[in-house]
């Protein structure tokens, strides 16, 4: 499995961002995905979550109400809308594949195994 992450660049606060993630193998609709970030010096940290069929979502209350999460299975992509961002949330931010198949919304990092290599965000003040 491959995770491919694009989208990230320099956007001044209050602006957007639209991520995306592109991922290998033709079992990618029966598992859920998540989005993780991790800014210089802290911790990788959870930001959003879906379900493998779409119909359940989880977001980190630092982000709720302000980015979605979506996934299209036509094209094994799943995306990260982005908006009001603030410098906080200024971060390389990852795609990532659950562990089960058929799995929940998680937020652990434990419950997914493959990570994409990460796309930069950078909002300025």
């Not at 990788?44 to 996934?71: M, P, Q």
């Not at 603030?86 to 390389?92: C, L, M, R």
């Amino acid at each position: 499995v491959q995770l491919q992450a694009c989208g990230g660049g320099l956007v001044q606060a209050g602006g957007f961002l639209r991520l995306s993630c592109a991922a290998s193998g033709r079992t990618f609709s029966t598992y859920s995905m998540g989005w993780f970030r991790q800014a210089p010096g802290k911790e990788r940290e959870f930001v959003a979550a879906i379900t493998w069929g779409g119909g359940a979502t989880n977001y980190d209350d630092s982000v709720k109400g302000r980015f979605t999460i979506s996934r299209d299975n036509t094209k094994n992509m799943v995306f990260l809308q982005m908006n009001s961002l603030k410098p906080e949330d200024t971060a390389v931010y990852h795609c990532a594949k659950g562990r089960l198949q058929y799995g929940g919304a998680w937020s652990s990092r434990d419950d997914y195994n493959y990570w994409g290599q990460g796309t930069l965000v950078t909002v300025s003040s």
